[in-house]
């Protein structure tokens, strides 16, 4: 170390050995010393020392033991870059390869496509997952699905994790490639165990360690997200490859005022309709009518069902026809009805029903179905609360049509 100077060691220099640390304190005190000759010699305004161009400054802060070669194209470059690691990495000059074939070396080692994946928004994992980064104005947010990956036959916390470990490790290479700086929020897939989320917290670490920026990893979040911080060191590759739009002033939605109309955003039908209106169209009418159709049924209002025939029934108007015919003959017989009325059950239906259709005549026979299948049909009924009617004693007695439920 020269007398009156001082150094400032990096970040980078952990874990270098003496030597090597003595040989860039060297380098480094013959570089200031050729700054004091032309300080002395040199006329202002004149340019005494400046920062290297865009090769050597990736060459000096990126090059280095992880590497296992560098290819440099064009005599130019080549004569720059091996001139500057024989001097200041010596034992990294045999990784070195000078590119001399007519192919160009971008498309020899698809730069362009890797360029071009490295600036889309989805990120696809090995396993069939997937990674989702977006950019905002305060933070770069990472989302973790599971898409394609299922397992091997193990249950869904496994596959969760192993799933979570392969996208921390995807993760951070994606963090170094785009040089993503700033806040960052991580949202893994929720775990059940909590040793398994510590296990994804543990694989995150080990693979932020390999990253030379600075960073600081915080405690995740009662919701499960993971933030962190990253310095910011340039403007990021999606920065450096992308504009912003003029259309959509970067926002990445156009507005319209009119409303715009989104088919998908409905449940149910296409169209925004309700889904029980798709039901009610297959039953044909009103659900419960469409039915009644499609089994040969009469509709409530009585009208003919699908085979053209329509089934009698037997309405109000019927009932007390039969009883005003029926005369003062039938008092005796309407007469034992309260005993019914006391407990109306099936029964006791058929047979009011049955001296109902004996003692009318013919031409209230006439209007009204056979007594068998009023019988049938009667019976099935539940019989409701009976109507009360004068007889002709003057005693108030149910008549035939309260027994037959109608």
């Known amino acids: 170390m020269p007398e009156n100077a001082g150094v400032i060691v990096r970040t980078a220099a952990e874990g270098a050995s003496e030597e090597e640390l003595a040989h860039d304190v060297a380098r480094l005190s013959a570089q200031w010393e050729s700054i004091e000759r032309k300080a002395k010699s040199a006329s202002p305004p004149e340019l ?50 000078h590119w001399q074939s007519d192919e ?45 990956f ?39 897939i929720d775990m059940v165990l909590e040793s398994n989320r510590e296990l994804v917290l543990r ?24 933030q962190m911080t990253r310095k910011r060191v340039g403007s990021g590759l999606l920065e450096a490859f992308s504009e912003t739009c003029e259309c959509c002033n970067g926002r990445g939605l156009l507005i319209s005022l009119d409303g715009v109309d989104h088919p998908s955003a409905h449940r149910g039908r296409p169209d ?5 209106d798709g039901k009610q169209a297959r039953d044909g009418k009103q659900g419960k009518d469409g039915r009644r159709h499609r089994q040969g049924k009469p509709d409530k209002d009585g009208k003919p069902d699908k085979d053209g025939q329509a089934e009698d029934k ?10 005003a015919e029926a005369g003062p003959a039938e008092t005796p017989g ?61 005693q108030v007695a149910p008549e035939a049509s309260a027994a037959a439920g109608v």
Not at 74 to 79: A, L, P, R, T, V
Not at 132 to 145: L, R
């Open 48 to 97: 005494l020392y400046s920062e290297p161009d865009l090769t050597i400054r990736v060459v000096r802060d990126i090059f280095n033991e992880d590497f296992s070669k560098l290819v440099v194209s064009g005599d130019e470059g080549w004569d720059l870059v091996d001139e500057y690691v024989r001097y200041v990495a010596p034992h990294l000059s045999d990784r070195l390869e």
């Open 104 to 148: 160009d070396l971008f498309a020899r080692y698809r730069i362009d496509e890797h360029l071009a994946k490295a600036l889309e928004r989805k990120v696809w994992l090995p396993s069939g997952g997937s990674l989702v980064i977006d950019n905002t104005e305060a933070m770069t947010v990472v989302d973790v699905n599971t898409g394609k």
């Open 150 to 188: 299922t397992g091997q036959g193990g249950n869904l916390e496994e596959t969760v994790t192993r799933n979570n470990l392969e996208a921390a490790e995807e993760i951070v290479r994606q963090l170094r490639l785009r040089d993503v700086g700033g806040i960052i929020v991580i949202d893994f």
């Open 203 to 226: 694989r995150l670490l080990e693979c932020l360690a390999r990253d030379r920026t600075k960073h600081q990893v915080a405690e995740v979040t009662s919701l499960g997200l993971v």
């Open 272 to 276: 925004g309709g309700p889904a029980r």
């Open 314 to 323: 037997p309405a109000a108007t019927t009932a007390p026809a039969v009883t």
């Open 334 to 394: 309407a007469a034992e009805a309260p005993g019914a009325a006391e407990a109306p059950g099936a029964a006791e239906v058929p047979a009011a029903a049955e001296a109902a259709g004996n003692g009318a005549g013919s031409d209230a026979g006439a209007a009204q179905p056979p007594a068998g299948r009023r019988r049938r049909r009667a019976a099935t009924r539940e019989p409701g609360p009976p109507d009360m009617t004068a007889g002709a004693d003057g």
